[in-house]
Each structure stands twice: as C-alpha cells, then as structure tokens.
C-alpha cells in the first residue's frame, strides 16, 4: 500500500513537473516572437496650453544599412498620430547619438490632440515614383522628386514605400494619409540648408517641428549646389504648418 502510495505521489509530481516545463516552452516560444520594438513606443505628454496636449512617439529602432545608408532603410519607418495631426518629426541616427545600437536610425515624432478631438480621415494619397534619380536610386536627395501636400488639412500618416521588382525597382514614393480639419495662419517654415553624401542618416541634422499649437500639412526636400563648389551638394525640408481654426476665425494670414 504504501509503495502504490509513493507510486502515485511521484506520478502527479512528474505531471505536475511537465506542465510547468511546457508552460515555460509555450511562453518562451510566444516571447520570442514577440519584438519589443516592434511597435510604435510613446515617451511622454506635454501641455501646450489652450486644450493642446502634445504626444511624442518613435517609431521601431532599425539598421540604416551599415556600410551601405540607403533611403531605402527608411521604409522601415511608419509615422502615424492615428486621428490626430502631426506636429513635427526628425530621423534619429545612432552616428550622432551612443544611447541606441550602431548603425540605427529611427523617428521620433509628435502628434497634436485638442481638447480631445480626433480628425476624421480624409484622403490616402501617394507620391510620384515616375521620376529621374539622383546618382542611384539609393540616395537620400532622391526624396527631393516627392512633395507631401494635404493643402491646409492636416498631415495624419506618411511612409517611404520602395518598389521591389519589375522596370520601377528600387523606386520609391511616399504613401500619405490626411484628415479633414482646416487650418489657419499657415506658414512656410525652412530647416538649414545641410552639406549631404546621399546617405539616410544625413536626415537627422533636419528637425522639423510646427510650433506647439500647429501641425504640419506639408514636406518636400529642396536641394541646392554649393555656390563655392559644384562638387558639393546641400539639403533641406521645406514643411508647411497651420493653427486649428476657432468658430469664430475667418482668415487664413499667419499671427507672427
């Protein structure tokens, strides 16, 4: 008796012992599939004043290709605020920064919310891949050719898209999303005019930002030669921005 006592104890401890063993696998296997930067990540809010909160997110941390910094590695990178405007953006390179991987970039970005209002979405549209490229298709000024516009509406989603087979190959366009709220005192804005090599991280010496109570509705590249020597070439983002428009506003000129 006793020894079918013992018997049966140390059946119900091995099966115990299995399950534990096999719940450990099964959350080992479903952790490993699961990558942490996988999604878009949010740091913190900021109270602009005047019902404006402002979200900063960031997109997965990726390669920008080591050796080789093609545009191509920023389609990796989604900049999204959902339903709510975007108030500005800047590709962040570990070349400038130790605080992430080698050889990484990613985006950091801020959405805008006012007083709890969504935007409803309006028009995904995308840019022109039919174009003539800058030395290849791998260079950075290439997004020279592509100009994000949602007029005054605001800027919701924008994503590089490359073209992986056919006569198009390794062509990109933007695909964007804009929403339905019209704004007001709207500006053009200008980052510096920056020496690049066509490499993708030479984006993160541009930040562009709207002011705390505007967003964007528009980006495009501008490229120009250096006036000293025509070997070197610079950047810079034009981009667009505008203030929410009250009830009671019914003009379009910019406050400053």
């Keep these: 008796m006793d020894n079918s006592g013992s018997a049966i104890g140390f059946y119900v401890i091995s099966v115990f012992i299995m399950i534990i063993i096999l719940f450990y696998m099964n959350s080992t296997?479903?952790?490993s599939n699961v990558n942490v930067d996988d999604t878009v990540t949010e740091s913190n809010e900021t109270d602009a004043g005047g019902g404006i909160i402002i979200s900063n997110y960031t997109t997965p941390i990726n390669s920008d290709g080591e050796s080789n910094p093609?545009?191509?590695y920023l389609d990796r990178h989604d900049v999204t605020c959902g339903k709510r405007p975007?108030?500005?953006f800047v590709l962040v390179s570990s070349r400038d920064t130790s605080e992430v991987p080698d050889s990484t970039i990613y985006y950091d970005y801020n959405c805008?919310?006012?007083d709890d209002e969504k935007d409803e979405f309006n028009s995904s549209k995308t840019t022109s891949y039919m174009y003539e490229n800058v030395n290849n298709y791998h260079d950075v000024r290439n997004l020279s050719h592509h100009t994000i516009s949602c007029g005054t509406n605001p800027l919701l989603r924008f994503q590089l898209k490359r073209i992986a087979v056919g006569d198009?190959?390794?062509k990109?366009?933007?695909k964007y999303e804009c929403g339905d709220t019209l704004g007001v005192s709207c500006k053009d804005e200008y980052t510096d005019y920056i020496q690049t090599e066509g490499n993708n991280f030479d984006l993160s010496k541009h930040e562009v930002y709207c002011k705390d109570d505007k967003y964007l509705?528009?980006?495009?590249?501008?490229r120009k030669v250096d006036d000293n020597d025509k070997n070197v070439e610079r950047i810079r983002y034009k981009y667009s921005c505008c203030?929410?428009?009250d009830d009671d506003t019914d003009d379009d000129t910019d406050d400053e």
């Design 29 to 31: 296997i479903i952790l």
């Design 70 to 72: 093609s545009l191509h």
């Design 86 to 88: 975007i108030n500005g």
């Design 112 to 114: 805008l919310d006012k």
């Design 168 to 170: 198009n190959k390794d």
């Design 172 to 174: 990109v366009y933007y």
């Design 217 to 222: 509705t528009g980006v495009q590249m501008e």
């Design 243 to 245: 203030k929410y428009g």
